[in-house]
């Protein structure tokens, strides 16, 4: 194992060895001479003793020069390596830092917030570092591919002295891909990655869902990780993950939903729905451990058309995720047509999608498929074909570019439909990926029949359901069903056995593969049609909503030509006066309107020539990222394994271990030692030799 | 200062060191000597009677003819003719060692030669026929004893002359020496025994052999005897030329316990075979040895 030494210039000090040696040469010279009678009795005695005495004497001087060598050397700082070829500049040292910006690092530790605490250990980090070493820094935002060099740790240093915690989220495996290729392209001997986060467990990305996932596997040979955590073990943590207006504007309500991560429950949480000082409406709830819950609250009046709703929970450890911004939207809801023909109108889904008539999530209206020619379909977000036989060729030219223009289309089957039309005319315009096979089962609901199963069982769609692949999420038999194809961009979430896809999502469109009239089933009548069939459209609607958007996603959204005049600056403000650009596409509906991503959580607004064309309510992307739970140092050395990762905990020095690992183990503590112990047995002997 | 007192100083070797000349040394030694004696016990043995002569107030009773008063009823005391029948051989060693001489001090040679000069000087005082015999590895010098007083130049100019300078081997020396001396006699060693003890005593025994009466005057210096060194000295063999380095304290202790180990031996065989064994160091004073030699002659007679 070679050394190196920190400190080369001290290692001139080993010419002090020399001293000794010029001194018992001087001292030599000095001897005096004495003729005597006879040395007989010298001879007899002294021969073995002056032979020992030499001896010694050659060991004390060697001694004495070790010893000031040693000493010369421990000045030197030596260190002992691994890998590092002797002889090489300390210079070549790259390093990627992963600095935690997520919005979790706003969390308040019992000592201080996260983020002051990370921005001290990267201070440290960054002073354990040469000047010349050059330094990337690596974003662990899923969202954002920020990566950030600097030429030396000072430049490093002093931009992280305006730094501050994002609203982002933790993707730390894509992070560390990212420093993986960063490191790989570096030419420098050393290639260093320093991690300091909070390492939430439900950090590592969705990749990592399942288990613990080797990251080291990532990154280049020999590169040395040094994990800083941050945490102060478990924080338990309530956020509010979903707050939407509903109802009708005769009962207007914000539903609300928290989620509690811990082990403790949050009792009597209140939550809050104000619009700007002005309280709307205010509830009570109780989240029990690890669980969600849910609450309506009654608002005191109607929101005015854009007017910025936030509902927000009482302050915990972390308070960002405590606060949602509710898009108003301007409409008492969802604008849906339930199209149907005339001949057969279905009661099942008009009444599934609106219970109540005008006061659920769903503004429905049903009507015939003729009407689809001519219909204004501008506000209309949502269309269901509910067993239609067949839409005219010139509603499907309007439907595809309503579709194009973000609209979302659910498709039932059953008995009017005419698969060939369906595969041939309205599912290549309106879904493609999705064509329709044959019929199977009987028109009998005595004979054999079959179940619906997950596919997917972590999709939203089956949120409430204990879903498993292979086990039905409902006792309803399906005795016809349709056989489905789809595409690989097409997924199926649920299915009637292998190979029989029943609920099959695409870009904005979902295809039921049975009937939603009862004609070929009986699930309209089980317990489990209700939430499926919402959960199933929240989800399509939530993926394709441009009113649902996260920090980090742009703003935008399709608005009338008419509304931004030719040559009219466009540009979104956001809360707190951030100006973000505008680029504007167009579309058969008339102006895309795309705004750089949103960096902080609030109400954004797009405005043509200073008129508000498009307003958006931008949340944190709330999930695992409030889950304050961190890894434990067992889990991170699964994440991390081996012996190039080194976790570095709070209260421990990161120099020392940073210089040890760049320059092997620092040995001067021990030279010391030794120099010590040379002195003292030097001391014994020379006392030894007077006496 | 009384006269008396101004003669025993010479018995001080480092006073008597600072006089002119052996002669005067060996003079003034013995003059100090038989000063602090009062009263010579020793004067008039060694004679032969020669004939009578009539008491005269102030003779010594001791030497009244008794016979011949209850003869002639008149005192006559005995007159004897002087005579000696004691012969001693002075034997000094002039090996190189006996150069040696601690700062300030008599060199051993200097020492065993104003001592020899002095125990010569007595000797001739009292009569007895006295010779010298110096040796190295070798004999170097033997003068034959006789007891005239002109003897005593002949000695020494000898011991005048006479310089340490080669290596010894004592034990052929003193051997071939106890094969020259045939009358028994007082054989007076004077030297460092720096040699193969065995060999040493080999040779004093030869001389006990021939029924000679042997004094061993062990000369050492009292650097010899104390090893006070403390400083990192090279040790050179006056003899030999060779050299020891060492460290001096290092190896005082065990020196002293060998030293004085192997003069402990000399005096014990020496004892064991009626030798008379004196150790003296260089500031020892001269009347020691001097009283050594009276207590021995008094023995013999």
Redesign the interface.
């Known amino acids: 194992m070679p050394f190196s030494f920190l400190n080369v210039a001290f290692l001139a000090g080993i010419a002090a060895a020399a001293i000794p040696i010029l001194i018992h040469l001087f001292?030599r010279r000095?001897?005096?001479?004495?003729?005597?009678?006879?040395?007989?009795?010298?001879?007899?005695?002294?021969r073995r003793?002056?032979r020992r005495?030499r001896l010694t004497q050659w060991i004390i001087l060697a001694l004495r020069v070790l010893a000031l060598a040693l000493l010369a050397l421990a000045l030197g700082r030596p260190a002992l390596r691994g890998d590092f070829v002797f002889g090489k500049s300390r210079g070549e040292s790259a390093v990627a830092m992963i600095l935690d910006r997520s919005y979790s690092m706003r969390a308040e530790g019992e000592r201080a917030p996260l983020w002051e605490t990370a921005k001290d250990r990267c201070g440290e980090a960054l002073d354990a570092l040469q000047p010349e070493d050059t330094v990337t820094w690596i974003g662990v935002d899923p969202r954002s591919t920020e990566v950030e060099s600097f030429p030396t740790r000072f430049a490093a240093s002093d931009a992280l002295r305006g730094l501050e915690a994002g609203y982002g989220t933790t993707d730390l495996a894509a992070a560390v891909r990212r420093a993986g290729a960063v490191l790989a392209d570096a030419t420098a001997l050393n290639k260093e990655l320093f991690v300091i986060s909070d390492f939430q467990k439900t950090g590592l990305g969705p990749d990592t869902e399942s288990g613990l996932t080797d990251l080291m596997a990532d990154l280049p040979a020999g590169v040395r990780v040094f994990l800083i955590p941050v945490d102060e073990g478990p924080l338990p943590n309530t956020a509010l993950e979903t707050a939407r207006l509903e109802g009708s504007a005769m009962d207007k309500r914000v539903h609300a939903e928290a989620v509690r991560h811990g082990s403790e429950a949050a009792d009597q949480v209140t939550v809050t729905v104000e619009a700007g000082k002005e309280v709307l409406g205010e509830a009570m709830l109780t989240v029990l451990a690890d669980s969600r819950e849910s609450t309506d609250i009654p608002l005191t009046r109607f929101p005015g058309d854009g007017e910025e709703l936030l509902a927000r929970l009482s302050r915990d450890r972390l308070p960002e995720d405590d606060v949602r911004y509710v898009p108003t939207g301007g409409s008492g809801g969802i604008v849906t047509w339930i199209v149907q023909d005339p001949a057969s109108p279905s009661p099942f889904l008009p009444l599934a999608l609106s219970p109540a008539g005008e006061t659920g999530q769903f503004q429905t209206r049903r009507m015939n498929p003729d009407e689809l020619v001519s219909a204004d379909l501008s506000r209309v977000k949502l269309i269901v074909l509910d067993n239609v036989t067949m839409v005219a060729r010139e509603a499907i030219m309007r439907l595809r570019q309503w579709r194009a223009a973000g609209g979302a289309l659910f498709i039932s089957l059953g008995d009017r439909v005419d698969l060939r039309y369906y595969n041939e005319s309205l599912l290549p315009a309106l879904f493609p990926g999705v064509s329709l096979g044959n019929l199977l089962g009987t028109d009998e609901a005595t004979g054999s029949s079959y179940t619906l199963t997950p596919r997917a069982p972590g999709h939203q769609a089956f949120s409430g359901f204990e879903a498993q692949v292979g086990s039905p999420v409902t006792g309803a038999s399906f005795w016809r069903i349709v056989e489905v194809k789809n595409t690989p961009g097409v997924r199926t979430l649920a299915e009637f056995g292998p190979g029989l896809p029943a609920l099959v999502q695409g870009d904005g469109a979902l295809l039921f593969a049975s009937s939603l009239d009862g004609t070929w089933n009986n699930f309209p009548t089980h317990a489990a049609f209700l939430p499926l069939l919402h959960q199933s459209l929240d989800a399509m609607l939530s993926e394709g909503s441009e009113e649902h958007v996260v920090v980090g996603e742009s703003v935008e959204g399709v608005v009338d030509r008419s509304l931004v005049p030719t040559g009219a600056e466009l540009v979104c403000t956001g809360p707190k006066g951030q100006v973000l650009g505008v680029s504007s596409q167009a579309v058969p509906r008339g102006l895309r309107l795309h705004s750089e991503p949103a960096p902080v959580p609030g109400f954004y607004t797009i405005q043509a020539a200073g008129r508000p064309v498009i307003q958006r309510a931008v949340n944190l992307d709330t999930g695992p990222e409030s889950d304050l739970t961190p890894l434990t140092d067992d889990e991170l050395r699964r994440v991390f394994p081996g012996p190039r990762a080194r976790i570095i905990r709070a209260g421990s020095s990161i120099g020392t271990p940073v210089r040890e690992a760049r320059y092997g183990r620092e040995i001067w503590r021990e030279l010391i030692v030794v120099v010590l112990l040379l002195l003292v047995t030097e001391g014994w002997l020379s006392r030894r030799?007077?006496? | 200062m009384s006269v008396g007192e101004s003669s025993l100083q010479y018995l001080d070797p480092r006073v008597a060191s600072k006089l002119g000349g052996l002669d005067l040394i060996a003079r003034l030694v013995v003059e100090g000597f038989m000063t602090g004696l009062h009263k010579s016990p020793y004067h008039g043995f060694s004679v032969e009677f020669a004939e009578h002569r009539q008491y005269m107030p102030g003779d010594s009773l001791r030497h009244v003819d008794w016979k011949l008063y209850g003869k002639s009823d008149r005192f006559y005391v005995k007159i004897f003719e002087e005579e000696t029948n004691l012969r001693s051989h002075l034997l000094l060693d002039l090996s190189a060692?006996?150069g040696?001489a601690s700062p300030g001090r008599l060199t051993?040679f200097q020492y065993a030669s104003f001592l020899a000069a002095a125990l010569a000087y007595l000797m001739l005082k009292q009569q007895d026929a006295v010779g010298l015999l110096t040796f190295t590895d070798r004999v170097e010098r033997l003068i034959p004893p006789r007891a005239a007083r002109t003897h005593l130049r002949l000695l020494l100019n000898e011991l005048d002359r006479a310089t340490p300078a080669r290596s010894t081997d004592m034990g052929t020396a003193l051997e071939s020496l106890a094969e020259r001396v045939k009358r028994r006699g007082l054989i007076m060693l004077m030297s460092?025994l720096?040699d193969e003890p065995a060999s040493v005593l080999r040779a004093l025994k030869h001389f006990r052999h021939r029924q000679h009466e042997v004094v061993v005057f062990h000369i050492l210096?009292p650097y010899?005897i104390a090893f006070p060194?403390r400083?990192?000295?090279?040790?050179?063999?006056?003899?030999?030329g060779?050299?020891?380095?060492?460290?001096p304290?290092?190896?005082a202790d065990?020196?002293r316990e060998?030293?004085e180990a192997?003069s402990k031996a000399y005096a014990r065989v020496c004892l064991e075979n009626r030798i008379e064994y004196v150790r003296l160091s260089t500031e020892t004073p001269f009347d020691v040895a001097l009283l050594r030699y009276l207590e021995k002659r008094k023995r013999l007679h």
């Open positions: 001292s000095k001897v005096s001479r004495v003729s005597f009678s006879s040395i007989r009795f010298l001879e007899e005695i002294a003793r002056v005495m030799g007077v006496s | 060692s006996m040696y051993k460092d720096m210096d010899e060194f400083q990192e000295t090279g040790f050179v063999d006056l003899e030999t060779q050299e020891l380095l060492t460290q304290w290092e190896i065990q020196y060998r030293f192997w």
